[in-house]
């Protein structure tokens, strides 16, 4: 695979001050734009504004530069340079460096299991699917943050094409394995490999729920989970599976690599919560990567309106 140098990203100067002329043009609403195909050089078209104040409407003063918040994004450097890819190295500043050579076309996406229309998905279908632009926060259980400008789709456009079965409740998530290009594989053999997630249909159906294969106008690049991967805003980031190679629909919850590696610690659901602590990392507050000191932490990650219907009388407590 061809390294990305610096110089061929888009610059955040020319990327920001291109995405408020579109706005001005009324091109882009707020945070959230519509792009015809992945690149970006693509053209783009207007599309609602997905905020936590009103999902699916275009608030009355966007921000086009920030999340719904009003908080700016994270730098390209911060977000493609402080990783956890554990099949590469537990140090996050290595990653992108040990990821470097990954292999990424050819690809494909098998997806099976309780179907109608099993597909294999190579990456040219994948990038046949329209593509969104979505500036969300991003929260790891380690108590750290951003705010990342990424480019996907829904993952219910991908789910309608293979025609989820009724009895389907949980969709299954499986990360490529590959040792000879993940020397973190060797290295962390007390992981039980492949990387494994899941979710239950009604949050993978859910509008905020992304297949992501790009950021800050480019493909993703190794390290942040190249060439697809998911993001589920209101959960911590372990939720958010990277280098995706299958998605399977299954009746029973799938068991993730962290259940099994520490069932006391990761829990199925892993909604951010500040009321409820990990173990070994306090919750109420986080260290938004780019800033001095920490900021309050929010329900579901700032998302609540969202979601929080998803989880009607359950004990929000059982986090991990």
Known sequence: MKKILPSEITPENIYLSRRDFLKSMGIVTASAAVLAACGPSAPLTSSPELTTESAGTTPAA????????????????????????????????????????LQTSP??????????????????????????????????????????????????KLLAEVEPKAEAKYVRFETLVDTDQMPGIKKNPWYQWPYIE?????????????????????DLLPQNGAPIRLVVPWKYGFKSIKSIVKIDLVTEIPTSLWMAAAHNEYGFYANVNPEVDHPRWFQGSERRIGELGRRETLVFNGYKKEVAHLYKGMDLAVNF
């Open 62 to 101: 966007p921000m086009a530069n920030t999340d719904e918040l009003g908080d700016p994004l994270n730098s390209f450097d911060d977000i493609a340079n402080y990783n956890n890819y554990y099949e590469f190295t537990t140090d996050k500043q290595r990653v992108a460096d040990l990821a470097e050579g």
């Open 107 to 156: 690809w494909e996406v098998q997806v099976g299991g309780l179907v109608n229309n099993p597909k294999t998905f190579s990456i040219d279908d994948l990038r046949k699917f329209e593509v969104e632009e979505r500036i969300y926060r991003m929260r790891c259980v380690e108590a750290w943050s951003m705010v990342i400008p990424w480019m996907g789709f829904p993952i219910s």
């Open 198 to 218: 899941g979710l239950r249909v009604d949050e993978a159906m859910h509008e905020l729920t992304l297949m992501a294969t790009g950021l800050y106008g480019k």
